[in-house]
């Protein structure tokens, strides 16, 4: 088995692939070359690469490639309804379907809509229940917009799936995408007058784990959190060892639904790693406590991981990937005791992605 690392970076997609042991690693690219590469996926089902791309010129779409990464071609025009009054912004994540739903794909964007295809990434097509849901009026972009850039689905209910949308919250869906519900009771919102609504937070990153899924977590604006009940209630985790709440990635051992990964920023106005120090905290007792890493991690930085910088593979032991806005990406082979850089001086990196065949 080989393991392909999609890194997105502002100035294009660039893969690295290395063998099981996950130490030597073979660079290609720049691929893409001009376009922010805002996240980039190896679509598990047939190995089709979708990058989600962004260019002041030429605007918002999505990129694919079966030939990885030597010939591309360009989505068919996104748009929205001329109705709603709202224009795509930028293109965040792309999520493959389920095995068994050959050609579908879930699409998040600015300013908070989401998008399907069924074609297998050819054409686009906005998931109106998202772009005319009956609470946008209550919707705030954040600092990086408003945009949709977490999407989960949940692998043993084939109609629940879950979106995370800043600054609005998690919302889920039990009919495949055709409504959707708030999912954020126990979420604060500290910046808000009632800091427990149930919409309006500032979720930064929701992943499920895959061996539990009625297990989410989050990072938020405003904490770590951890879901039990499929995101019915949400309980809150920092308290417990991380120097702060804030911060953007978050990556899971899939082996463990109690361990999660974090790196913390000191704060909303300072997004920089604490202490002068890159740091990741892993939890193995379901955000109970919290253990600093940083063997092999740079002793003195001050750095600023983006909420898609930050990745998992599926081998045992599990590799943790780890992108940074100065370009370094960082490997831990195993499960984030000890870390290597495996390529520096890159462009600043927007997001990686772990895969394997």
Not at 6 to 21: A, D, I
Not at 81 to 109: C, I, M, Q, Y
Request: proline fraction near 7%; charge should be negative.
């Amino acid at each position: 088995m080989s393991v392909l690392v999609l890194v997105g970076t502002r100035k294009g997609l660039f893969l690295l692939e290395s063998g099981e042991e996950r130490r030597d690693w073979a660079l290609a690219g720049p691929f893409l070359a001009g376009w922010s590469v805002f996240h980039a996926i190896a679509d598990p089902r047939d190995g089709t690469i979708h990058a989600a791309t962004n260019s002041e010129v030429y605007g918002a779409t999505v990129h694919r490639s079966t030939d990885r990464g030597e010939t591309w071609t360009r989505a068919d025009e996104l748009g929205l309804p001329e109705d709603t009054g709202l224009t795509l912004e930028k293109t965040w994540h792309v999520e493959p379907g389920r095995e068994g739903e050959d050609g579908r794909l879930w699409l998040g964007a600015a300013p908070g809509v989401l998008f399907r295809t069924d074609d297998g990434g050819e054409t686009w097509q906005p998931v109106d229940s998202i772009v005319r849901h009956e609470t946008r009026d209550r919707w705030n972009p954040g600092a990086g917009g408003m945009c949709c850039h977490s999407i989960a689905l949940d692998q043993d209910a084939p109609e629940r799936m879950y979106v995370g949308i800043s600054a609005a919250g998690v919302f889920r869906s039990e009919d495949g995408g055709g409504t959707w519900s708030p999912a954020n009771q126990g979420t604060a919102a500290d910046f808000l007058p009632d800091p427990f609504p149930d919409l309006g937070q500032c979720v930064h990153k929701v992943l499920l784990h895959p061996a539990r899924p009625e297990r989410l977590w989050q990072q938020n604006h405003c904490g770590v959190y951890r879901s039990d009940d499929r995101g019915e209630s949400w309980e809150r985790l920092e308290a417990n060892g991380l120097p702060s709440g804030f911060g953007f990635p978050l990556a899971l051992d899939h082996r463990n639904p109690d361990a999660a990964l974090v790196v913390p920023e000191e704060s909303p106005e300072n997004r920089v790693t604490p202490d002068g120090r890159l740091g990741v905290y892993r939890t193995r007792d379901g955000g109970d406590s919290w253990e600093l890493l940083t063997n092999g991690l740079p002793q003195r930085a001050w750095g600023s991981v983006m909420r898609e910088g930050f990745s998992s593979d599926r081998l045992d032991l599990p590799g943790i990937y780890l992108g940074t806005q100065s370009g370094s990406l960082f490997v831990s082979p195993d499960a984030g005791d000890t870390w290597l850089e495996a390529a520096a001086q890159l462009p600043p990196i927007l997001s990686v992605e772990a895969g394997w065949r």
